[in-house]
Nanobody, 124 residues
Framework: QVQLVESGGGLVQAGGSLRLSCAASGRSFSTYNLGWFRQAPGKEREFVAFVRSDGITYEAKSVKGRFTISRDNAENTVNLQMNSLKPDDTGLYYC??????????????????WGQGTQVTVSS
């Protein structure tokens, strides 16, 4: 069983920055494939970014160049640095883990474990 706990959300003005962190349990953290998703009220859960167990990263087109995902295997954390935030980035941000790699890393149903989410609100 893997437990994921997100932190770092908050209220920020447009153009500002936030750094989200997700702490994971488990002895095999370095082998996990990890993603960030977000969900706005009334909308479906949306892919944001993904980092493979080997460190290769992928970002959604809507955040590319503004958001950076990274992992720290020594601390068992995955981070999401969010810069140049826009009101459209508002939502509940979730961390997710999959034990085996999948090319469908942007599909929520492919993940084995989820955190409880942390709220990000960007004001205009």
């Amino acid at each position: 069983q893997v437990q994921l706990v997100e932190s770092g959300g908050g209220l920020v003005q447009a153009g500002g920055s936030l750094r989200l962190s997700c702490a994971a349990s488990g002895r095999s953290f370095s082998t996990y494939n990890l993603g960030w998703f977000r969900q706005a009220p009334g909308k479906e859960r949306e892919f944001v970014a993904f980092v493979r167990s080997d460190g290769i990263t992928y970002e959604a087109k809507s955040v590319k160049g503004r958001f950076t995902i990274s992992r720290d295997n020594a601390e068992n954390t995955v981070n999401l640095q969010m810069n140049s935030l826009k009101p459209d980035d508002t939502g509940l941000y979730y961390c997710a883990a999959r034990l085996e790699y999948t090319s469908h890393y942007d599909v929520p149903a492919r993940y084995d474990y989820w955190g409880q989410g942390t709220q990000v609100t960007v004001s205009s």
